[in-house]
Structure formats: structure tokens, C-alpha cells
């Protein structure tokens, strides 16, 4: 059974950091990309970094200098360092693994509060 388990959110001050974790189990975790989405109050789904399994990253354009993705592949894990977090960062952020169509898989989301 696959499952992605994410952790580290929480509530933060503008210009806080926070560091997201995905950990990965049922899966060959080093064949697929891995991804972070999120989804603010009344938005829709949006990419916010990918690493692939070369180890190629990309950002969202709003994140980007700020956030940094990384992963482990020994760990099953993948990272997400967010830095200089803003109001507009605030969100449910979700991990997802991404080999094809058929080998798509969600974690149940962490949700991150950037407020003073």
C-alpha cells in the first residue's frame, strides 16, 4: 500500500521558515519525481517545487529564491525548506510522487498558517 505522510507544518510569522516533510513507503521512491502542491483558502491546486529522479529542480514563480526542494532517497523523504514565508504562502501543502498517470500518488496534506 502506498502511502505519503507529510509533516512540519504549522503556524508561522511572516518571515518565519518552516521545513516540510514527505515520507514515502509502497513505492520505488528513487524512480519517481517528487512534488509539493498547494491549495489556498479559495484557490485552486498549484505546483510549488519538483525534483525529479536526476535530480532537477523547478519552481513555482512565487516561491521561488525562497523555497528550496531536496530529497533523500535513502529516507524515502523529500524536503521542502520555506524561507521569507509571506501571508499569501498561507495553504495546505501536499506531497506527491509522480511516476506516469498510473503511478500518481498524494499524501493527506499539512497545512501551513503564515500570520502575526
Known amino acids: 500500500q502506498v502511502q505519503l505522510v507529510e509533516s512540519g507544518g504549522g503556524v508561522v510569522q511572516p518571515g518565519g521558515s518552516l521545513r516540510l516533510s514527505c515520507v514515502a513507503s509502497?513505492?520505488?521512491?528513487?524512480?519517481?519525481?517528487m512534488n509539493w502542491y498547494r491549495q489556498g483558502p479559495g484557490k485552486q491546486r498549484e505546483l510549488v517545487a519538483s525534483m525529479n529522479r536526476y535530480g532537477n529542480r523547478n519552481y513555482g514563480d512565487s516561491v521561488k529564491g525562497r523555497f528550496t526542494i531536496s530529497r533523500d532517497n535513502a529516507a524515502n523523504t523529500v524536503f521542502l525548506q520555506m524561507n521569507n514565508l509571506k501571508p499569501e504562502d498561507t495553504a495546505a501543502y501536499y506531497c506527491?510522487?509522480?511516476?506516469?498517470?498510473?503511478?500518481?500518488?498524494w499524501g493527506q496534506g499539512t497545512q501551513v498558517t503564515v500570520s502575526s
Open positions: 506527491n510522487a509522480y511516476r506516469s498517470t498510473s503511478f500518481d500518488h
Open positions: 509502497g513505492i520505488s521512491f528513487a524512480a519517481y519525481a
